[in-house]
């Protein structure tokens, strides 16, 4: 097994993530099979109980993982499916550890961080890395390892020393250290400045580790001037230095870094030079391509509690992203908070009501995405009734299918005070209840989490159209709270369709309204396994039913032989470059080319 370790300096927010999805791609494309492990330094056992204001969305895993959402970038971009077992934190560290002492395994020894824990971190980094994880028989080649945080964190300090005992252990020629840094551009002098990185390099070989690579963030290309400096104060070979500068959207990285040879360089490390092939990105660059030049929008109004904070929604975005590059359209999200459309906003803040009101009904779409928690979800139901009312497409991911069912059984069968017992435990028409296996107790990993199966129940629906018309589909879960079986019929009667349902008929998975142009709800995740060449289902029907594609969706959909004027063929957009041969660049308002009105962060 070969390793390839990516590690952070002198800021946060570098982008390490994408970086090590990136390296992955590149070598995949050289012929390899690559895995990918992330390591978390906090003491959280999962990412599962942190807020999204204070680490991004909770990306699900198939076994029910909750895990960091830098594994949500590696499985789209080496279309991978990863284990919990890949995010490796100090609490599972510590946890195992422990565990181990109780049982008396370390014979009386005292027990120490050297070398206790540290040999622990080897241990699981070497098992995990034998996972396979692309559907194939045996282990990967590489494993790519992105250590989370800054060198020089109190927090990463035991897995530092476990990853520079580590390369010893594995041996030169098995282990190639890249470390990605910043070189700013100070405004005054107008120069790249190399110091941090000094810095950040000196205190990285200090701790036991030599980096071999380079990766320089940086706003343009690094000077020659400035990489000979680099070379020469940070011991890297200067035609291992590269640059990694603002590119339009983040599918260039990997096209960037090849350009560079990143991948000669790292093969060379690991002596794969005649064992690998020259890399083969000619899908993944005309995919990068069409998405510089789409012009033609397509709104999508986003109605959510943190719209202040686009990594919360970071799945949510990249599978609206995947479906609007494959219907040839560019996205704009309009972030709507819920809580704006509230009767109660309209008397404090009019302007503030206003604003958000006329977003919603500005869009070709609307998505309420998943939320725990009661606050905004007045705002939410008003969005889906909205939608309802209007015919604008519509889909609802978790708690957005509950409150599109809550809105229909207010609205339409007269139930006024009709409510989720999350909201509301003493409300009359419970349409939403707790699940039965859930824990009212401890948060962490009592949900319904993972992978689990949905069948469907009326095959001539859109959503199974949408799906291939398979007979049932695989898809992620996190949720406590299920529509209530006993109000099915009742709501089926109104024209309320629950064409997806489990095996057991009484979990409630996929709602449709059939005389409504596009109305879906889904219990389930889909953005968790949606690639950017395989842009998911449920997110492909907004998006041709918001950009009035979706007749010509439905119709082709499932059959090889046919595809759409803009290239969608059996669930795989066939990416082809036009525009009048005009590259049209993605101006200056885009978050990785996702445009916004403003109201959300950089990704």
């Known amino acids: ?40 330094p906090y003491l959280n056992t999962d990412a599962g109980t942190m807020s999204p ?24 971009f080496l279309d991978i499916k990863l284990t919990r077992d890949n995010n490796i934190t100090t609490g599972k560290i510590y946890q195992s550890v422990l565990d181990n002492e109780r049982k008396g395994d370390y014979l009386g020894k005292t027990v120490q961080v050297v070398p206790h824990i540290t040999d622990a971190i080897q241990k699981w980094i070497e098992r995990v890395a034998l996972i396979p994880v692309d559907g194939k028989e045996g282990s990967a080649d590489v494993c790519v390892i992105e250590l989370g945080g800054t060198i020089g964190d109190i927090e990463s300090m035991p897995f530092i020393e476990a990853l520079g005992q580590f390369s010893y252990h594995v041996g030169p020629g098995n282990f190639c250290l890249i470390h990605v840094s910043l070189v700013p551009v100070l405004n005054v002098v107008g ?67 090849r350009d560079q040879k990143a991948h000669e ?5 690991l002596n794969l030079i005649g064992v690998a092939k020259e890399p083969d990105l000619q899908e993944w660059t005309a995919r990068a391509r069409v998405y510089d030049i789409l012009h033609e929008p397509v709104r999508i109004a986003m109605v959510g509690k943190y719209t202040g904070l686009s990594d919360s929604y970071l799945s949510v975005l990249k599978a609206l992203l995947h479906a609007s590059v494959a219907c040839r359209r560019k996205l704009v999200v309009e972030w709507v908070a819920a809580g704006d459309l509230e009767d109660v906003t ?70 006024h005070d009709a409510n989720s017992t999350e909201f509301d435990p003493g409300t009359s028409h419970p349409c939403v209840i707790f699940m039965p296996e859930g ?59 629950f064409v997806g349902r489990d095996e057991t008929g009484q979990r409630m998975e996929i709602i449709e309204l059939p005389s409504h142009p596009y109305f879906v709800g889904a219990q389930f995740h889909p953005e968790f396994k949606s690639r950017p060449g395989k842009p998911s289902a449920l997110f492909l029907g907004l998006i041709a039913a918001a ?11 499932g059959h090889a032989s046919k595809l759409l004027p803009n ?21 200056n308002g885009s978050l990785n080319g996702v445009y916004s009105n403003g109201n959300g962060a950089h990704h």
Request: glycine share 12%.
């Open 1 to 40: 097994m070969k390793y390839v370790l990516v590690t952070g300096g002198v800021v946060s927010g570098l982008g390490k993530g994408v970086t090590a999805s990136s390296i992955g791609l590149l070598l995949k494309a050289c012929g390899l099979r690559v895995t990918s492990i992330k390591i978390d």
């Open 567 to 587: 290239g969608i063929g059996n669930g795989k957009p066939t990416v082809k470059t036009y525009q009048n041969g005009n590259a049209i660049k993605s101006s």
């Open 265 to 269: 360089a790292i093969l060379k490390e």
């Open 191 to 257: 120069e790249q400045k190399t110091k941090p990185t000094q810095h950040s390099v000196r205190g990285l070989r200090g701790l036991g580790l030599t980096p071999n690579i380079l990766a320089c963030r940086s706003t343009k290309a690094l000077e020659d001037n400035v990489k000979a400096k680099l070379s020469q104060f940070c011991h890297v070979a200067a035609e291992n230095i590269l640059t990694l500068y603002d590119v339009p959207n983040i599918w260039h990285i990997p096209l960037l870094l």
């Open 53 to 76: 204001f204070e680490h991004g969305e909770v990306f699900v895993l198939d076994d029910g993982g909750e895990v960091d959402l830098d594994l949500g970038n590696y499985e789209r």
């Open 547 to 557: 950009s009035g594609q979706l007749d010509a969706v439905l119709q082709n959909y």
């Open 346 to 415: 309209a008397k404090e803040a009019p302007d503030v009501y206003k604003n958000a009101w006329d977003l919603l009904k500005g869009s070709d779409g609307v998505l309420v995405p998943g939320g725990f928690g009661d606050r905004g979800v007045q705002g939410k139901i008003l969005a889906a009734k909205y939608a309802r009312e209007n015919k604008v497409p519509f889909l609802g991911v978790c708690l957005g299918m509950q409150i599109a069912v809550i809105e229909f059984a207010r609205s339409v069968l007269g139930l």
């Open 439 to 497: 824990s009212k107790t401890h948060m962490g990993g009592t949900m319904r989490l993972g992978s689990r199966r949905t069948y469907f129940k009326v095959p001539n629906c859109k959503s199974a159209k949408l799906y291939n018309n398979d007979s049932f589909v695989d898809e992620r879960h996190r949720h406590r709270y299920e529509v209530n079986p006993n109000m099915v019929q009742q709501f089926e009667n109104a024209g309320l369709s």
